[in-house]
């Protein structure tokens, strides 16, 4: 008999231990880790308690990713407030650039507001290209990734030689692209391609809903 024959009798007799109980006493496998010889009953609960931990570990890693969660909801709500209670373009422009940067921890925004018609003498309303107003215009969700775009980080003033990675976030009228939020950092993996986007799209409505009401 070889090593199938073997495979193929335990699968068409599964009651054959049921009813030689003893041959799991007297046959032994090496230990995964010593290479000590062990009864079979031994190498399965080892393999059970191998199981286990990757099952704790799984949990461990879920309840740690839903703390994480619980937290950066809780700073969309705190943002969220600070610009409901805002009174004017000031006031949430404010708002944005406090929480981003003291709650979230993000160490550069810039805020770029255009086709409005009430506009401020502030840097947030300074003249785009057109060339990035249909770049803003073809993203479909926020950019995040590698700082690439010159215009953009000439946003960051001193601080654009320094930044790795960058969050860019279009502000929606409808379907209407009327301005972006960036977000920098010399981290080159505090923004990467593959990480979730559903806060930080969230931001970009929430920035862009407050605007739309104080400037239309």
């Not at 007799?13 to 995964?32: A, R």
Request: net charge negative; aromatic share 10%.
């Amino acid at each position: 008999m070889n090593a199938n024959d073997i495979i193929a009798f335990f699968k068409q007799h599964p009651e054959f231990f049921d009813e030689h109980p003893e041959i799991l006493n007297q046959l032994t496998v090496p230990h995964p880790v010593n290479g000590q010889a062990i009864s079979l009953t031994e190498r399965q609960l080892l393999t059970l308690r191998e199981k286990l931990a990757q099952v704790q570990g799984k949990l461990a890693e879920l309840v740690s990713f839903g703390e994480e969660n619980d937290v950066i909801a809780e700073k969309v709500h705190r943002l969220t407030l600070s610009l409901l209670q805002a009174e004017s373009f000031e006031a949430v422009n404010f708002a944005v650039y406090n929480h981003l940067q003291e709650d979230f921890a993000v160490p550069h925004v810039a805020l770029r507001i255009w086709n409005s018609i009430l506009k401020r003498p502030v840097p947030e309303f300074i003249e785009v290209s057109e060339e990035l107003r249909f770049y803003a215009a073809d993203l479909r969700q926020p950019y995040c990734g590698a700082a690439q775009n010159q215009e953009i980080l000439a946003w960051f003033g001193e601080a654009a030689p320094l930044l790795r990675s960058v969050s860019l976030i279009p502000l929606r009228r409808d379907a209407q692209i009327f301005g972006m939020l960036a977000l920098g950092s010399e981290d080159p993996q505090r923004f990467f391609p593959e990480m979730g986007t559903m806060y930080v799209e969230r931001i970009g409505d929430l920035v862009g809903a407050a605007v739309l009401k104080q400037i239309g």
